[in-house]
């Protein structure tokens, strides 16, 4: 049998802030996301466990940029996405492929270990150059739930907006740029061509 003691919101701040010291410098920093969670859970707004449930129910996302080698002919584009969909259903991955010109700007998201798994094999993969991450965080939700891998042609003007954009703020921020928003609306259904 356990047993709860309540703590007040000062001796939370406090287990909080040795929890934040003794991350500092490693893997285990949180990040924005965990950082609201425990913002409400020094509020007294969640406990524990629900912090570390929702913790375990977020999604991770990355975001890069990279360079086709060589660039890919359409039918090449094509096989890419329809076998990108296949494993991402299977492994519970969603996301978005923008394309212009051979650069790729990608988004993945989906459980932490999966999505962390296929971005370590893009990184291996020769067909990728200049890999450059863009970010890296946990999120509540995804933002691509309905495409296990949605796909959309851009201008090098958008691309660049996009990588801009990522600099400077999240990847949820980055991919709800107005540009973006319209993108998604008229992108292809999942079972559509590129």
Do not use: K
């Not at 000062?10 to 410098?25: D, L």
């Not at 129910?57 to 975001?63: S, T």
């Amino acid at each position: 049998m356990s047993t709860t003691y309540p703590l007040d919101e000062a001796a939370r701040r406090r287990a909080v802030a040795w929890a934040e010291a003794v991350a500092a410098g490693t893997s285990l920093v949180p990040g924005r996301y965990e950082r609201h969670l425990l913002a409400r859970y020094v509020a007294g707004e969640l406990a524990l466990h629900e912090v570390e449930e929702l913790c375990n129910q977020a999604v991770y996302r990355v975001l890069y940029r990279s360079l086709a080698a060589p660039p890919l002919a359409e039918p090449m584009l094509a096989a890419l996405l329809a076998q990108s969909r296949e494993y991402n259903t299977a492994h519970y991955i969603t996301g978005l492929l923008l394309h212009c010109e051979g650069h790729f700007a990608q988004l993945l998201e989906g459980p932490a270990a999966a999505v962390r798994a296929l971005f370590a094999h893009i990184q291996r993969d020769p067909r990728h150059r200049r890999i450059v991450t863009l970010h890296a965080e946990l999120g509540p939700a995804r933002l691509f739930g309905e495409h296990s891998m949605a796909y959309a042609p851009v201008t090098p003007t958008e691309l660049a907006a996009l990588n801009g954009s990522a600099a400077a703020h999240s990847a949820a921020e980055a991919v709800r740029n107005p540009w973006v928003r319209q993108l998604v609306g008229l992108l292809p259904s999942p079972t559509d061509g590129p």
